[in-house]
């Protein structure tokens, strides 16, 4: 990709969204405070919100006294109600469907068993019908959708709107799904793989909100990651960057799906867990799951495993402890590779146990990284916890309207 020269109509669409991003940030903005954290002049400014008033999207709330001054100042935030969005999360197992305000905040979200063999044109179908329960259960009429957000487990070529034979998906080759959901909801559809959308999403309304770097770890069926850097998403080459899970924790260790050796993924999946979990069962190890294991062992799946550990099991605190060192190690990796000022660590998978998790890393980016003598990383839970991804999906299209994306300036 080459760097290009800009052009006024881009300037112009771009500083729409530096205003609409601060406005989107703050709980309650002027326009005095727009102008003096962008750069851009009160006039420039000024006129922004003039246009953004009139549309609607954004509404006058008050006013307050500046400190020191005296002079009135009036408030501006977004207006909730003047659009919604939608998310979608397509995980093997469940189908998860959220529709949000303007503000990224979840009006109604509906969760469904993915059809079973995931056919493509079966779960399409299925996404679609989701889609239109949870707009009529909201109350929220289609031409007041910005878009619909599909969060799809990665690798995905966000060129051709294509699901690229992910793993545990063994029919989704090039399954062209953007275009597919697209004319089955009416709606136009944004793709991104699982992790970006989540991190997005904590850009949005959760723990990266206002965070300029940081990155996000995402645990569901496999491990997962998203990088913001200088308040952009780090995309890659490819569009599938920070893939944490498929980084090396153990040059010797077991071969992974990936072609690479080792991963952490394959250490630390929920796969992973419940086989070390039922081996150290199998030696007659005392636990709270030794009886539920002898009577039938599906029974001690991920989800029994992490609550054992959260009521104190010393057998399952011991597994999730482990893995939770190993997501450490890569966490100093990622640290000192990226110089992140905070870890997010969300998902599903490791609901329950989310302290766990977060101690292990805390204690590691503290001590490791060679940046510790200047400042110690921050390291927090995902407030979204296993709804990271669905509205992560909804946030792909509010960021899309709002954030301001210097490579829609840079590029033709
Ligand atoms: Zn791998």
Redesign the pocket.
Known sequence: MRQAGTNLPKVGRYNRAVVLDQIQLADGVSRTEIAQHTGLTPQTVSGIVRRLLDEGIVREDGSSRVAGTGKPRTTLRINPDAGSAVGLHFDPVELACVVVDLLGKPLVLKRRPTPPGADPAAVVEAMADLVGDVLAEAKVPRDRVLGLGLASPGPIDQYSGMVVTPPKLAHWTRVPVKQQLSEATGLPVTLDNDATAAAIGERWSGAGKGVANFAYFFFGTGIGGGLVLNHQVHRGGSLNAAEF??TTVLPDGPE?????RG?L??LVSPAAIIAETHRRLGEQVGSVLSEPFRRDPATVDHAAIRLAAASGDPLAGEIIDAAARHVASIAVSVVNITDVDLIVLGGHGIRHVETRYVDAVTAAVASRPLSRHIRVVDVAPSPLGADAAVVGGASLVLHATYSPQLSALLTD
């Open positions: 899970g498929h992974c799906y990936c072609g690479n991963c993924e394959i």
